[in-house]
C-alpha cells in the first residue's frame, strides 16, 4: 500500500537539499566499481609513502596508460600524453585537448607530500646503550601520536661522489622497522600533568636504531660506530653522507580496511594521495578532453607550498608556458580561462569529537566529495575564497556527471583552520575552488576516509577534465 504524501512532504522533496547516505543513493555497480577503485588506490599508498615515491609509482601508471616525458619544444596534437617530473619530487600531466589552449586548460592539482618525521643534518649519535637518530618534524605533526608506533626509514641519499642511493628500509617482507618508545605511565606523572601540545620535547622524537655495540672493547662510540657499520654496508655511505640526504620516519603499517563492513580505508599519507591517486586515474579515464587537461601533483604543501617542488614554484608556470608555445598560444591568456580544483581533504565529522565541528556545515562521511568555498582561519585569513560563479560552475560540472558532493568549512570558526594550494593557483589569475576526501585523524599515523568519498573523488576529478 503506498502512503499518500501530503503537501509539505511534497514540497519538501521540491525545496529541500538531499543530505541522506550516499549509499542510499548509489546503486550496486558503482559499489563494486568503488571496491575495484579502492583496491588500486590501497596499492598505490603502500608504494608511495614519500612524495618522491609517488612520482615514481605515478609515472609507471602514467606509463602503462601511454604517457611519455614532455620535450621542450616537441610536437603536440590532440590526444597526446605527456608528463614532466619536477626533480623527481612533483609531477605534471597533461592530456591535450581539442580545444586552443588560449581557451584555458582543466587542472586538477593535489599534494603527494605528508606529515613526517625529517632526519636531521647530523641524525647520528649513542646514548644510554643505543644508537639513535635526531629528528625535525615535517608539516603539522601532532607529536605524541608518533610514539611507540612502529617506522620504516625511507629517502634518498647523494654520496660523496655523487652517486644516489634510495633508502626503503621497511619495503621488503621481514625488514626491520624504527620506533621513538613513549614513557611508560608509571613514569609520566609530571608528563601527564602538562598541556598536550608541551608534553612532548620535539628534541626528544630520537629514532631507537641499534643497541649491538661493534666487537671492539677498547674502541669508544662503538654503538655509533656499529650503526654506521651496517649502513655503509647496506647502502655505502659514511657518516659525512647524511649531510646531502633526505631521510624520513613515514608509519610502518600498509594501507587496510577498516570497519567490520570494510566502508572504510585505513593508511598513513591519505592527506593528500587520495586526492592526487583520484587526479591520476581521473586523468587516465577521462574521454578525449575538449580543453587540455593537466594534472599536478605538487610537493612541500605540508610545510606552505614553498620551494622549488612546491605549488608556488615557476615549475608550474613554466610547464604550461612550454604547452602555450608548442602550441601557439600565451600563457596569460590561457591561465586567465583556465579552471583549477584544488584537490585537497578536509575534516571529516568525528562523533568523538563533536564540539570543533559547526554540524551544519560540516562534511560527514559518505556524503561524497566535499567542496571548500573558502579554507583560511579567523574570518577567512589566507584563504582565496571561491566566488559564487565559481561555485556555480563546479556544481553543475559534478551534478552532471552524478557525483556526490555536498560543501562544508573545516571545523568551527576560530577552531583552528588551515590552507591548501588554492590560493596559490588563484594568484596565478586562475579561477580555483577546493574540493577533497573528508578524512578522520587527518595527518595521523593511521588516517581514515570512506571509499565511497575516494571514489567519487575519483568521478569529480574525471568529470572536471572532461568538462
Ligand atoms: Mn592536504
Ligand atoms: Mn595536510
Redesign the pocket.
Known amino acids: 500500500m503506498t502512503e499518500e504524501k501530503t503537501a509539505a512532504r511534497l514540497r519538501q522533496e521540491e525545496l529541500f537539499l538531499k543530505k541522506e547516505s550516499g549509499y542510499d543513493r548509489t546503486d550496486e555497480a558503482c559499489v563494486s566499481a568503488m571496491d575495484a577503485y579502492c583496491d588500486g588506490y590501497k596499492k598505490f599508498l603502500d608504494n608511495a609513502r614519500t612524495e618522491r615515491e609517488a612520482v615514481k609509482a605515478a609515472i609507471s601508471l602514467a606509463e602503462e596508460k601511454g604517457f611519455v616525458p614532455f620535450k621542450r619544444g616537441m610536437s603536440l596534437k590532440p590526444g597526446d600524453r605527456i608528463y614532466v617530473s619536477n626533480r623527481g619530487k612533483a609531477l605534471m600531466l597533461a592530456v591535450i585537448g581539442t580545444r586552443h589552449l588560449d581557451e584555458g586548460v582543466n587542472i586538477g592539482a593535489a599534494?603527494i607530500d605528508?606529515?613526517r618525521l625529517d632526519l636531521k643534518p647530523y641524525p647520528l649519535f649513542e646514548e644510554g646503550g643505543f644508537s639513535l637518530l635526531k629528528t625535525h618534524y615535517y608539516?603539522?605533526v601532532r607529536k605524541y601520536q608518533w610514539l611507540s608506533t612502529p617506522l620504516e626509514l625511507r629517502g634518498t641519499i647523494i654520496r660523496r661522489d655523487g652517486t644516489s642511493v634510495e633508502v626503503a628500509l621497511g619495503s621488503e617482507p621481514g625488514d626491520p622497522l624504527l620506533v621513538i618508545p613513549d614513557l611508560l605511565p608509571h613514569l609520566a606523572g609530571a608528563q601527564s600533568e602538562k598541556p598536550l601540545k608541551k608534553a612532548v620535547d620535539p628534541e626528544a622524537l630520537n629514532l631507537f636504531l641499534g643497541s649491538r655495540p661493534y666487537p671492539d672493547a677498547e674502541a669508544g662510540e662503538r654503538l655509533k660506530l656499529a650503526a654506521l657499520d651496517l649502513l655503509n654496508q647496506k647502502y655505502g655511505i659514511t657518516e659525512e653522507d647524511f649531510l646531502s640526504a633526505e631521510l624520513c620516519a613515514v608509519p610502518a603499517h600498509p594501507a587496510c580496511d577498516v570497519g567490520l563492513d570494510r566502508s572504510m580505508i585505513g593508511a598513513y599519507g591519505q592527506?593528500?594521495r587520495v586526492c592526487g591517486y583520484a587526479s591520476l586515474q581521473g586523468l587516465f579515464d577521462a574521454k578525449a578532453p575538449g580543453k587540455t587537461a593537466v594534472c599536478v601533483l605538487a610537493d612541500k604543501?605540508?610545510i606552505g607550498s614553498m620551494g622549488v617542488s612546491g605549488m608556488q614554484s615557476q615549475a608550474f608556470d613554466t610547464f604550461i608556458a612550454d604547452l602555450c608555445d608548442c602550441l601557439g598560444a600565451h600563457l596569460r591568456t590561457c591561465f586567465e580561462h583556465s579552471f583549477c580544483l584544488s584537490a585537497?581533504?578536509n575534516a571529516c565529522y568525528d562523533p568523538n569529537y563533536a564540539d570543533v565541528y559547526d554540524k551544519r556545515n560540516t562534511c560527514f562521511i559518505n556524503q561524497g566529495v566535499t567542496l571548500c568555498k573558502y579554507t583560511g582561519s579567523r574570518g577567512k585569513s589566507g584563504a582565496s575564497d571561491a566566488s559564487a560563479e565559481v561555485m556555480g560552475y563546479i556544481r553543475s560540472v559534478l551534478n552532471r556527471a552524478d557525483v556526490l558532493w555536498n560543501v562544508s568549512e573545516l571545523g568551527k570558526i576560530e577552531a583552528g583552520g588551515?590552507g591548501t594550494v588554492a590560493l596559490h593557483m588563484a594568484n596565478r589569475n586562475i579561477d580555483t575552488v577546493d574540493a577533497g576526501v573528508p578524512v578522520l585523524g587527518?595527518?595521523s599515523p593511521f588516517e581514515v576516509t570512506g571509499k565511497l568519498d575516494c571514489y567519487m573523488m575519483y568521478l569529480a576529478m574525471k568529470a572536471v577534465y572532461e568538462a
Request: hydrophobic share 15%; net charge negative.
Open positions: 599534494h605528508s606529515p608539516g603539522g592527506d593528500d604543501e605540508e585537497d581533504v588551515g587527518m595527518h
